[in-house]
């Protein structure tokens, strides 16, 4: 993790377990901190570092932190801690489990009516409670709404957020966003108010309602913003999208290009989407839970590369309890060429990282720490840890060595909690298979 002590501590506190996203504002990791043994978020704000601990640019970003702290909603990340580590501000937040709104539209289909209300309500009030602390979000976009697993929405990284009627701490002329969701007048490089926030809100409804982006599969900034400053986004009304009339003006008027036009009081924007929303709590925690059962499956089922050679020395000394960097991320996420909100799993290249530097023995304790993660409820972590140990197993200890068929039940255990019950039994069988083969066997 950049920025870390040489004891691979972030301020001497906090511990990287894995990369959670990379934005243009800095990297994000879960970490654990080591004073109060809770796993948290840390975000290490590279746009601005070099950032001395004396200057008013500190001064602003100290603010604007306690600004963020001081907004008390669970449809807000909390904000834990901040500070400077080497010259790289950072923030610590909490971490949630389950998945972005990214993740549940990487399929390019559009999501029920009743779910789309059902975010788009969540991510209203997260909004209307940011704005009454005078905190601005500035990049409200699908990456930026968590969703958990029971059906919670939750605003998060408001690495960009801005104390209301403040200058912002960016790079001089930078631009600061993402365009298919960045409000027309920020583009033109106005402040932007509250009606910046809403038109992401608007534009992160268009994609939930139609699959598409607001301006089409391009990658191009340019085109990008000659068509938000143009046409503008397309208008849903009277157009062949299966949905709700009401429901399409309400994006429409989101996303009017003159501020001063768009709708921004949350109120009215809530008693629109409040009555389209009647059980979308449900099917949403239903979605998601289907997205993590099948990541834990694909990543059960992955069929794992040769390893790279391991010296006789590393075979000796236990590794690190953490080995985790940026690449070993199960799966990892990044804007594709074409597609900028398609996931794109790394299992592959990931695992070649991975296999090429774990020895049986740290898989040994990789596997202990899956075994505490499941005993803890933390399913899907464990699932993506033992998706990473098995095959090590496999390649260096073979099928019925002991450590590989623990790591198989365990593996088959976080199967079936996650409801993918059917690969469950059948993992189970094949790890009960060769137990029975190894009690029977005449080498026993």
């Known amino acids: 993790m950049g920025g870390a002590d040489e004891d691979g501590l972030v301020a001497g506190r906090y511990r990287p377990v894995r ?7 800095g990297v994000v990791h879960e970490a ?3 004073r109060l043994d809770r796993r948290v978020a840390v975000k290490m704000l590279t746009a601005v570092e070099g950032l001395p601990g004396t200057s008013e640019a500190w001064d602003r970003f100290q603010r604007e932190a306690r600004a963020l702290a001081r907004i008390d909603h669970p449809g807000v990340v909390t904000l834990y801690d901040s500070g400077v580590h080497d010259g790289t501000p950072y923030l610590v937040m909490q971490v949630l489990d389950g998945v972005t709104l990214a993740d549940l539209v990487a399929d390019g289909e559009p999501l029920p009516a009743e779910v789309a209300c059902t975010v788009a309500f969540g991510v209203t009030e997260a909004l209307e409670a ?3 602390a005078g905190v601005l979000h500035r990049d409200v976009k699908p990456t930026n709404v968590g969703i958990t697993r029971s059906g919670r929405v939750v605003l998060q ?3 960009l ?11 001089t002329g930078a631009l600061v966003g993402t365009p298919q969701f960045m409000a027309p007048e920020a583009m033109r490089g106005a402040l932007p108010e509250r009606a910046a926030d809403w038109y992401g809100l608007g534009t992160c409804l268009y994609l939930m309602i139609t699959g598409e982006l607001p301006f089409g599969p391009t990658v191009d900034y340019g085109a990008i913003m000659e068509l938000a400053l143009g046409e503008g986004v397309p208008r849903l009304s009277g157009t062949r999208w299966d949905c709700p009339e009401e429901l399409c003006r309400l994006v429409d008027d989101l996303c009017r290009q003159n501020p001063v036009l768009r709708r921004r009081d949350p109120a009215t924007i809530r008693g629109t989407l ?8 449900e099917r949403l925690a239903e979605i998601v839970g289907g997205r993590v059962r ?4 694909r990543d059960a089922h992955a069929v794992p590369p040769v390893p790279a050679p391991v010296s006789r ?17 199960l799966p990892a996420q990044r804007e594709v060429p074409g597609d900028p909100f398609r996931p794109v799993t790394l299992s592959d290249a990931t695992r070649r990282i991975v296999l090429g530097s774990m020895t049986p023995q740290s898989a040994l304790s990789r596997q202990r720490e899956a075994v505490n993660l499941v005993l803890r409820g933390r399913l899907e972590e464990a699932a993506q840890m033992l998706s990473v140990v098995v095959p090590v197993c496999l390649s260096t200890l073979g099928p019925d060595h002991p450590t590989t068929l623990t790591s198989r039940y365990w593996h088959a255990v976080c199967l079936a909690r996650l409801d993918a019950r059917r690969d469950a039994l059948k993992l189970f069988a094949d790890v009960n298979r060769r137990v029975a083969r190894r009690t029977d066997g005449p080498d026993d």
Not at 294 to 297: E, G, T
Request: charge should be negative.
């Open 313 to 329: 020395a590393a075979t000796v000394e236990e590794a690190p309890e953490y080995l985790w960097d940026e690449a070993a991320v």
């Open 294 to 297: 099948d990541d834990a499956v």
């Open 274 to 281: 409040l009555p389209m929303s009647y059980g979308g709590t």
């Open 157 to 159: 990284d408001f690495g």
């Open 161 to 171: 957020a801005r104390l209301a009627g403040e200058v912002a701490i960016t790079r």
């Open 19 to 25: 990369l959670l996203g990379r934005g243009g504002m």
């Open 32 to 34: 654990e901190d080591t």
């Open 130 to 132: 940011a704005h009454q």
